[in-house]
């Protein structure tokens, strides 16, 4: 069996030891498990690179090959198709997989009917129609638009979160027995944590995540702020990068909080643990977020979380015993939650504890790649 993997995930073309190459690890562990259910099988990954990165064609794995295109949108368009029909030819391709169902989606549509193969398409969000994200530039309003018409087009759909799938019923009419459920998973959640770094946190609050709009660090800075008057001591670590850190850095100074808020940056994928475990509470303040990779991590590692109502959210955390669920931009329930935390710092461990049982029995790496491959198999119809 040989599957084509359509991806914009530009770390899969980093070396192993560098910074969040998490990613190349999982597809490798999915070409293991797919040559061990079928014998002969291979992945082929065409991957948008990022500016700067040299696209050259790597071998990674007797089974496992990627093939790199420009990072510019045309330039993956062209490549991407011309590449992919290569590999038809060359070695039959019998499914194919798309990261979304936006340009990717195209391509594979474009794709599917030339190599008379199935077609997987993923939707990494809850929907399309979220008013949030839609609201963030017109280009968005673009994507949903092509997004649902590749989305009906598709042999099968792949989310990651019961909440989507439920949309793909109700609003795209696509049948529930075309719909897979398997969330993204992270390798943090076999971690092992020992007795001395469980509880070594001290009044941090911690936010990790790309510094953009969508992820709501402005609620999180202004509700901290109201979290200060009541606890002194509390610091406020943010981890992570984007365009909108500067805009941040000048909103912490704006409400005096210059000497509690630490801008860590981009840190490797490895340490992220290091922080998780000095952290009292993790905070995901997102406008809109389909799972929330963050909220696996932290619970994973026995961290309570406080995130706002998304429904990446809703289908991790039991409000009330592994963290909380807020309203989205609501500054003082975010406040209120964060700080009942830091003052009852029992029931703080109590809910990181839960949470991490949750994790560990539902987002088991092993388990998830397993499901992926056999989604695989079920689609192409083998």
């Given at each position: 069996m040989n599957i084509l993997l359509l991806s914009f995930d530009y770390t899969l073309l980093l070396e192993p030891t560098a910074t969040q190459s998490e990613a190349r690890r999982r597809q490798l562990g999915y070409a293991r498990e797919l040559r061990r259910r079928v014998p002969g099988s291979n992945l082929f990954i065409v991957v948008r690179s990022a500016p700067g990165m040299v696209t050259r064609p790597a071998t990674i794995a007797d089974d496992l090959a990627l093939y790199p295109t420009p990072s510019s949108a045309v330039g993956?368009?062209?490549?991407?198709?011309?590449?992919?029909c290569q590999l038809c030819s060359r070695h039959g391709i019998d499914l194919i997989t798309s990261q979304s169902p936006f340009s990717d989606g195209l391509v594979a549509s474009l794709l599917q009917s030339r190599c008379k193969a199935k077609w997987l398409a993923q939707l990494h969000m809850s929907s399309l129609d979220n008013p949030f994200w839609l609201a963030e530039s017109r280009a968005n309003r673009l994507r949903a638009w092509l997004g649902k018409s590749m989305l009906r087009r598709a042999d099968a759909v792949r989310v990651v979160s019961e909440s989507a799938a439920v949309w793909l019923q109700q609003s795209l009419g696509i049948a529930r027995e075309r719909v897979f459920v398997i969330p993204v998973g992270t390798a943090l959640v076999t971690e092992p944590v020992s007795a001395a770094k469980e509880h070594t946190a001290g009044q941090n609050i911690l936010f990790v995540g790309r510094l953009r709009v969508e992820k709501g660090v402005s609620t999180l800075l202004r509700a901290?702020?109201?979290?200060?008057?009541?606890?002194?001591?509390?610091?406020?670590?943010?981890?992570?990068?984007?365009?909108?850190?500067?805009?941040?850095?000048?909103?912490?100074?704006?409400?005096?909080?210059?000497?509690?808020?630490?801008?860590?940056?981009?840190?490797?994928?490895?340490?992220?643990?290091?922080?998780?475990t000095k952290a009292d509470v993790v905070v995901l303040p997102s406008l809109h977020e389909s799972y929330g990779r963050v909220i696996v991590e932290a619970m994973s590692l026995g961290r309570p979380v406080v995130a706002t109502d998304t429904e990446g959210a809703r289908d991790l955390i039991r409000h009330g015993?592994?963290?909380?669920?807020?309203?989205?931009?609501?500054?003082?329930?975010?406040?209120?939650?964060?700080?009942?935390?830091?003052?009852?710092?029992?029931?703080?461990?109590?809910?990181?504890?839960?949470?991490?049982?949750?994790?560990?029995?539902?987002?088991?790496?092993?388990?998830?790649?397993?499901?992926?491959?056999?989604?695989?198999?079920?689609?192409?119809?083998?």
């Open positions: 993956f368009l062209s490549v991407a198709y011309r590449c992919g901290f702020q109201r979290v200060k008057e009541q606890r002194h001591d509390a610091t406020l670590v943010i981890v992570g990068d984007g365009p909108e850190r500067r805009n941040l850095e000048e909103l912490a100074l704006t409400l005096g909080l210059r000497e509690s808020v630490c801008f860590v940056g981009m840190v490797p994928y490895e340490q992220l643990p290091e922080f998780y015993e592994t963290g909380f669920i807020v309203p989205v931009q609501n500054v003082q329930a975010l406040a209120s939650r964060i700080s009942y935390l830091l003052w009852n710092s029992r029931v703080a461990r109590k809910m990181g504890d839960t949470a991490r049982q949750f994790v560990r029995r539902t987002q088991n790496p092993q388990a998830l790649c397993t499901a992926q491959v056999e989604m695989w198999l079920k689609v192409a119809g083998l």
